[in-house]
């Protein structure tokens, strides 16, 4: 499925640098208007050599964190930063992320991790 949304290869970019090196991205928009970044990656070579993969995660990002990022009203030096947010978002999600195998198909759906305007671009408290 081919990605819909002008910003997906950039946030595939992003994500690339913090997810495992071996992992597949798969993006693509959803009716909903949301960025969907897809990833799995293989497991170290177990007993009898098979490398299976993980099952996949799902970052979402969602049209209302899309459409801030986008607004001609953040400036280069905030979409920076919202970028560095993403990024420390996805280090902290991978961290607390126990992969399991991958599941036959009908096993359960991917794991979800969803990005909101406010992971991207915090109100001052």
């Known amino acids: 499925m081919k990605p819909t949304n002008p910003w997906a290869e950039h946030f595939q970019d992003l994500a ?3 997810l495992p090196r071996d992992g597949s991205i798969d993006i693509w928009s ?4 949301r960025m969907v970044l897809q990833s799995s990656w293989r497991f170290p070579a177990d007993a009898t050599g098979a490398r299976k993969r993980t099952h996949p995660i799902r970052v979402v990002v969602t049209q209302e964190a899309l459409e801030d ?3 001609t009203r953040v400036t280069q030096a905030e979409r ?3 970028e560095e ?3 420390d978002w996805l280090k902290v999600r991978l961290r607390a992320f126990t992969p399991q195998p991958s599941q036959p198909i009908g096993g ?6 969803v990005v909101g305007p406010h992971d991207l671009f915090p109100v001052p408290s």
Do not use: N
């Open 85 to 87: 947010r993403f990024q």
């Open 80 to 82: 920076a930063q919202a």
């Open 69 to 71: 990022y986008s607004s």
């Open 30 to 33: 959803d009716d909903s208007g």
């Open 108 to 113: 359960p759906p991917p794991e979800e991790w």
């Open 16 to 18: 690339k640098k913090i």
